[in-house]
């Protein structure tokens, strides 16, 4: 009888004892394809909350910015021959020229209680294609005045205030005088990054700069369209671009190296890797303790078989063949209940922002897992590795059962 | 005999150094109050952003209205009213007033040290410390305790020129005792018969370099000023 028949037999004869192992490498499986899966969609949203909403791919900005002071005096200047620079080197890149400023709403009631929020100055003819505004609408218009802002809904809740409602939120001029200004609320939007949602009104760059001191400059030029493989080239090039043309202060930043979203990514990968290897851990020693078990309860069986003229090689091999039977079943079962629950998550998502109590973490945290093919296969193969090889100890135990000894105890 | 000599000698002493500095401050704010006041002037501001200028004209009349209106520099357009109990400031692109905390600040100095304080006694407690000399000017060294929280500073120690009745220095402290910042008036000049600080220095002793300097250029006195310039109506204007 050939060994894999045998091994299968074998499974078959103590049906409960496989179901346990096949269960565990099945939970096990499971969970790493779904983790891996929600890690796939937690990345895909923080880059779409990047690329949108904070960096770009590539954050063009002066080098001496300072994010936590928001030095509005460290800008970039002469935006408009920035971008026209750009758009003739890089013509295929979306551009986004932005003016970030912090901004404080007071109570009218009482002076000492403040609103935090940031006013983002854009272009919104630009940013109904990058930032896709229409659809982030919920009420109202796209601003068209100087003095129209587009809500964050969020920070509508917050302020108490609607759509045709003033409010004058006071910021600072570039270079730290304080000032107000009266805007209208025209729009009321949801927006992807709870940042937007809760802390941002929107306003138009046509005048606001004149209003901050800051003629003719910006903050932030985010830019999309690069692509993971040319990222490093196109940075490279912009930033010679401006070295080349006398624009010192200025430099091309990758999403990676500004904001945190990157670095929480990396943190959360790193803390899914971990509890991936426990899970495995504690399947492989499932699978490990009842190939133990069965090698202790089937030593009569052992020394009969290589009584009758069977190697130490094949028992070894008889064994890891039904480890490997468990595995790629319980694999199988994991990967395809896996599969099967990620793919309407895929499409219907899963809204945890009520879970993050307020903390902006550069996620929207709704978040849409995605199977990735590579990642889901590798698992299987994974988990079928370490289910057969665990079972390597035991089998080499069983093999070293002594025919005579065995038999003796018949 | 020697006890009765102290007692006589020590009882006057302590009645003079309690009343005198409530009498001093008095004559501080008597100094500073006038029926009506114009003034233009700049401040220098210096901070983090680097050094900015800003021109201003400001009017006071009594004890409890002024107006500080800048002209230049970052601040152009912006307008400040001070009343007795509240702060007011008026943005060129803001439709609306907004009340103001009494600790927002302009660089180093706060926007109500910067329309003066003319009802020292109202606000604060007294304590005569002792005599001292700056730049060979004798002083009265004052501590002032906020009475209320709304002033600006819990603690003030003032070095008041002992002739002319000038506050030639300001120490501002904390509640906890930490000192925060130091005004030095770095000239006065006499117009009529009041001595006014035409040039001072706040230093923020909290943060490195930032510091605000004003300097009044001219000051007229006692000159019919419209009622109207302070009311919240005409800030809106």
């Known amino acids: 009888m050939k060994l894999g028949n045998i091994a299968i037999r074998n499974l078959k004869r103590n049906s409960k004892r496989s179901l346990l192992s096949i269960s565990a490498t099945a939970i096990a499986t499971y969970s790493i394809v779904f983790m891996f899966s929600f890690i796939n969609g937690l990345a895909n949203d923080m880059k779409d909350i990047a690329f949108n909403y904070t960096t ?25 021959e920035v971008i026209t620079l750009l758009n003739s080197n890089f013509p295929l890149l979306e551009l986004s020229p932005r003016l970030k400023f ?45 003095r129209e802002v587009l809500m964050g809904h969020g920070l509508a809740k917050e302020l108490g205030l609607k759509v045709g409602d003033k409010f004058t939120p006071i910021t600072m001029t570039r270079r730290g005088a304080s000032t107000g200004i009266t805007f209208k609320i025209v729009g009321l939007a949801r927006f992807s990054d709870s940042g937007f949602s809760n802390k941002t009104f929107i306003a138009s760059l ?16 985010l830019v999309k369209g690069v692509g993971d493989k040319n990222i490093e080239t196109v940075i490279t090039d912009m930033n010679n671009l401006f070295m080349n043309n006398g624009i010192k202060d200025l430099g ?38 009842t190939m133990l078990m069965v090698v202790f309860e089937r030593r009569k069986e052992i020394g009969t078989i290589t009584a009758m003229g069977m190697t130490s090689g094949e028992v070894v091999r008889l064994f890891f063949l039904e480890a490997l039977a468990l595995g790629v079943i319980g694999a199988g079962i994991g990967t395809i209940l896996g599969s099967v629950t990620i793919i309407p998550l895929s499409l219907l998502g899963l809204d945890l922002s009520g879970f993050t109590g307020g903390i902006e973490m550069g996620a929207s945290f709704h978040i849409f897992p995605t199977l990735s093919f590579k990642s889901t296969v590798l698992v299987f193969l994974y988990s079928v590795f370490i289910a057969a090889f665990v079972s390597l100890f035991p089998s080499r ?10 038999l003796r105890s018949i | 005999m020697k006890k009765i000599l102290f007692i006589l000698l020590f009882i006057p002493c302590t009645l003079i150094f309690s009343q005198s500095a409530d009498d001093i401050v008095r004559k501080v704010d ?42 230049s520099g970052e601040e152009e357009g912006q307008k400040i009213f001070k009343t007795s109990d509240d702060l007011y400031i008026k943005y060129p692109y803001a439709e609306d007033i907004q009340r103001l905390s009494r600790k927002k600040t302009l660089g180093a100095v706060s926007y109500d040290e910067m329309s003066g304080e003319r009802d020292t006694l109202k606000n604060y407690k007294t304590k005569l410390l002792g005599r001292e000399t700056i730049d060979g000017r004798d002083v009265y060294k004052i501590e002032l305790i906020a009475k209320t929280s709304k002033v600006a500073h819990y603690k003030q120690e003032l070095f008041v020129d002992s002739e002319n009745f000038v506050v030639l220095k300001v120490l501002y402290y904390s509640k906890s005792g930490k000192l925060t910042k130091e005004m030095v008036t770095k000239e006065v000049k006499k117009i009529g018969d009041k001595f006014i600080g035409t040039r001072s220095l706040i230093t923020d002793k909290l943060k490195a370099n930032n510091s605000t300097e004003s300097i009044l250029f001219s000051i007229e006195l006692d000159i019919p000023l419209d009622d109207k310039i302070f009311s919240l109506d005409e800030l809106a204007w």
């Open chain 1, 102 to 146: 912090p901004a404080s709403v007071f109570d009218p009631k009482d002076p000492d209680r403040i609103y935090s929020s940031f006013g983002v100055a854009v272009d919104f003819e630009s940013e109904i294609n990058f930032l896709k505004l229409n659809d982030k609408l919920l009420e109202g218009k796209i601003p068209e005045g100087p």
């Open chain 1, 206 to 221: 046509d005048e606001l700069p004149v209003m901050l001191k800051m003629e003719g400059a910006v903050t932030d030029i």
């Open chain 2, 30 to 71: 008597e100094n500073s109050t006038y029926k009506s006041y114009r003034a233009e002037g700049k401040v220098v501001v210096e901070g983090s952003y680097g050094k900015r200028t800003s021109e201003f004209i400001a009017y006071a009349k009594g004890v409890d209205n002024s107006l500080i209106e800048f002209i």
């Open chain 1, 252 to 289: 091309a930043f990758t999403w990676k190296s500004v904001g945190v979203g990157y670095s929480f990514m990396q943190m959360a990968e790193f803390a899914y890797n971990i509890m991936g290897v426990i899970l495995f851990f504690l399947a492989s020693s499932v699978i490990a303790n």
């Open chain 1, 397 to 406: 135990g069983a093999a070293k059962v002594d025919p005579v000894v065995a």
């Open chain 1, 56 to 80: 770009g791919e590539i954050l063009v900005r002066n080098r001496e910015f300072d994010e936590k002071s928001f030095s509005l005096d460290r800008a970039v200047d002469n935006y408009k």
